[in-house]
């Protein structure tokens, strides 16, 4: 079984579309996250949510919106597509936001916009 | 100035060899510190945590920490083809509720 789940794992779309983004664990944890990993690799913080509420909200632009309908699932939802958001997207669910809880990922969502 | 930096490699080892990666990071504040292993086209999986200063072994992995020099190292001991992979380090300031990455080191262990 997968622990943290997102769909879809690859997503082409074109300038201007919305699209959303879902993620699922089942591991019973508290807080979940959403990172953007670039073509350089570096990984950052973009939302996280402990048992649905928002904690986190990094500087990212409006046409991000997340939301949490219940603490095991973390959709992330992006209007008017840029070039720019083309990326890895990665969810990630850890037991509660306490500063020793190990941090786990799904196997990311390619989102490449034309 | 970076939170964490790493040098992005890439680095290349003789199989058999120990790795060598490093990290350092800006917030002295910063409590937990971690390394994650990242295959090409996969998620970052944790390899390592690391909390207090000194070394702490597991396998053929040993992480070290040094909070007065503000550092945090991972060593691979018998490194093995199968350990090539972009590793990340990682740190969280404890008032903080997020982990803040490096931008990973590339490794390589030729055969």
């Known amino acids: 079984d997968t622990a943290v789940s997102q769909t879809p794992k690859y997503l082409v779309t074109q300038m201007g579309n919305d699209k959303s983004i879902k993620c699922e664990q089942n591991?019973?944890?508290?807080?979940m996250y959403w990172y953007k990993q670039d073509s350089k690799k570096f990984l950052k913080i973009m939302f996280s949510?402990?048992?649905?509420?928002?904690?986190i909200n990094e500087t990212v632009p409006n046409r991000f919106s997340p939301k949490s309908p219940d603490k095991a699932h973390l959709n992330l939802h992006i209007n008017s597509l840029e070039l720019g958001d083309s990326a890895v997207y990665f969810c990630?669910?850890?037991?509660?936001?306490?500063?020793?809880?190990?941090?786990?990922f799904g196997e990311g969502s390619w989102l490449t916009v034309v | 100035q970076k939170e964490v930096e790493q040098n992005s490699g890439p680095l290349s080892v003789p199989e058999g060899a120990i790795a060598s990666l490093n990290c350092t990071y800006s917030d002295r504040g910063s409590q937990s510190f971690f390394w994650y292993r990242q295959y090409s086209g996969k998620s970052p999986e944790l390899i390592m945590s690391i909390y207090s200063n000194g070394d702490k072994e597991d396998g053929r992995f040993t992480a070290q920490l040094n909070k007065a020099s503000q550092y945090v190292s991972l060593l691979i001991r018998d490194s093995q083809p199968s350990d090539s992979a972009t590793y990340l380090c990682?740190?969280?300031?404890?008032?903080?509720?997020?982990?803040?990455f490096g931008s990973g080191t590339q490794l390589t262990v030729l055969p």
């Open positions: 949510y402990n048992n649905k509420e928002l904690i």
């Open positions: 990682a740190v969280r300031v404890d008032s903080a509720r997020q982990l803040t």
């Open positions: 990630a669910s850890s037991q509660d936001a306490g500063h020793g809880n190990t941090i786990y």
């Open positions: 591991l019973g944890h508290d807080t």
